[in-house]
């Protein structure tokens, strides 16, 4: 079975510029994550979906962030313009429905970014 | 905020066991505990999970205490390929995300 597939995985951009990740969950997982993880901390939820729908983006910076999970299996996160702080690997994450009693979440290796 | 408890680091020599403890102490019925690791440079591996019965897979074991207030994971022959960061995390069988804390992290020696 294929994991979760993320790219790309490597970029560096300058500030208040625009980048775009690409996820590919695991086939047939519903529920898609967006993770951000700062150099040193554990990984911190950004946006969370349940097929093609937000089930929650209380973390998510709207005002430069924006995540879209259109036909319910791939998804993009997108950062305009880009600040500093933004540097970070962005993991993204799927697990099956709910209902399934402990349902485990898969990670993708992440892709990472520096803004300079 | 996590709801668990870790020491930030531990060292353990190759090929002996390595115990990694967790403290939940505020669990709820409902919660699984799960382990992941974070190898550098890679997003977070999943280990393993349980309810309140100990768990064993292919990777390690899970002794989880019967007030299931705390647990701890245990690599049985650890090589330097398990040097990595250990998150427990308590989550319950729905759709929440996992809420990471610091995690430990575990240095094997040769």
């Known amino acids: 079975e294929a994991g979760v597939a993320q790219s790309p995985r490597y970029k560096i951009i300058e500030k208040r510029q625009s980048v775009a990740f690409w996820c590919n969950p695991i086939?047939?997982?519903?529920?898609l994550y967006w993770y951000q993880q700062i150099l040193g901390q554990g990984p911190k939820l950004l946006i969370q979906?349940?097929?093609?729908?937000?089930?929650?983006d209380s973390q998510l910076p709207k005002d430069r962030f924006s995540a879209e999970r259109l036909k319910g299996v791939d998804s993009t996160l997108k950062i305009q313009p880009a600040k500093l702080e933004d540097s970070a690997v962005y993991l993204c994450?799927?697990?099956?429905?709910?209902?399934?009693?402990?349902?485990?979440?898969?990670f993708g290796e992440g892709s990472w970014l520096t803004v300079v | 905020d996590a709801k668990t408890t870790q020491p930030p680091s531990m060292d353990c020599a190759e090929g002996r066991a390595a115990n990694l403890p967790c403290n939940h102490s505020?669990?709820?019925?409902?919660?699984?505990v799960y382990w992941y690791r974070q190898i550098h440079s890679q997003g977070p591996q999943y280990i393993i999970h349980g309810l309140k019965n100990n768990e064993t897979n292919e990777m390690a074991s899970l002794i989880i205490t019967e007030d299931r207030k705390s647990s701890t994971l245990i690599l049985p022959h650890a090589t330097l390929r398990d040097t990595a960061v250990y998150y427990c995390i308590v989550r319950n069988s729905g759709n929440t995300p996992l809420v990471f804390g610091k995690g430990t992290r575990l240095s094997v020696i040769a």
């Open positions: 994450a799927s697990s099956r429905s709910a209902g399934h009693s402990g349902n485990t979440i898969y």
């Open positions: 086939s047939g997982h519903a529920t």
């Open positions: 979906f349940q097929n093609n729908g937000v089930v929650d």
């Open positions: 505020t669990i709820s019925g409902n919660e699984y």
